[in-house]
């Protein structure tokens, strides 16, 4: 966050705030600046990758194969509230010539355990991935990545801010910001949207990803 230009301090939790003159809360802003999907001025990137992030990335990456960093669950409650994905999900997509997944997903306990996980080519990194400075590892792979497909979590929105390609999995309803038919996001110019045409059911959601996967594997070929 300190990388957005106009943010003079960055305060994280715990520390003492500054003298301030005024405040008022993240998701008031739009309102305050009387922004609407039609004046929003999606500028990006307006979050740039820590310094040197990008560079140590490079090398865990091979540049013959189109490579797709996937997130599926958003947190310990993402399946409750329909954004988390099953990774059996992206198997059709691994399936895909030249195609290889990366794990952009925070590997916690119950993640890791999905069986699933075992029999799809999937590359994770392990605990220490973004243990010493938040999303700092994510961001610098995704710099790397020629793609990233994720459910309705952070690891979306770092993409579009970071101008990153990025295909965002919606549930059939999903959160009011994404607007209810839109194949696109007027705060992220790099994003597509895809969407649950069914209540619960993730298979044609995927199966139009990997249609637009062939569509852009063929388109670079």
């Known amino acids: 966050m300190r990388t957005v230009a106009g943010a003079d301090v960055v305060v994280p939790p715990g520390i003492p705030m500054p003298v301030y003159d005024f405040h008022?809360?993240?998701?008031?802003?739009?309102?305050?600046?009387?922004?609407?999907?039609?004046?929003?001025?999606?500028s990006i990137p307006y979050l740039e990758v820590p310094l040197g992030k990008a560079e140590q990335w490079r090398s865990k990456i091979e540049a013959s194969f189109f490579n797709v960093g996937i997130c599926w669950q958003a947190s310990s409650k993402g399946v409750e509230v329909g954004r988390g994905i099953p990774l059996s999900a992206f198997?059709?997509?691994?399936?895909?010539?030249?195609?290889?997944?990366?794990?952009?997903?925070?590997?916690?306990?119950?993640?890791?355990?999905q069986p699933e996980s075992l029999s799809l080519p999937l590359i994770t990194f392990g605990p220490s991935f973004d243990s010493e400075v938040p999303f700092a590892d994510t961001a610098g792979l995704m710099a790397n990545?020629?793609?990233?497909?994720?459910?309705?979590?952070?690891?979306?929105?770092?993409?579009?801010?970071?101008?990153?390609?990025?295909?965002?999995?919606l549930p059939y309803?999903?959160?009011?910001?994404?607007?209810?038919?839109?194949?696109?996001?007027?705060?992220?110019?790099?994003?597509?949207?895809?969407?649950?045409?069914?209540?619960?059911?993730?298979?044609?959601?995927?199966?139009q990803i990997r249609w637009a996967l062939v569509k852009e594997l063929r388109a670079r070929s």
């Open 91 to 113: 198997a059709p997509l691994a399936d895909c010539a030249g195609v290889r997944l990366y794990s952009l997903q925070k590997l916690d306990i119950e993640v890791a355990r």
């Open 24 to 42: 008022i809360p993240l998701m008031s802003l739009p309102r305050a600046f009387g922004i609407t999907p039609s004046t929003i001025t999606a």
């Open 145 to 169: 990545l020629d793609l990233v497909i994720t459910t309705d979590t952070s690891v979306a929105h770092l993409a579009g801010a970071l101008g990153v390609p990025v295909w965002v999995a």
């Open 173 to 207: 309803v999903c959160d009011w910001r994404w607007g209810p038919q839109s194949a696109t996001s007027p705060w992220y110019p790099t994003m597509r949207l895809f969407r649950q045409m069914e209540r619960g059911s993730w298979e044609g959601c995927f199966e």
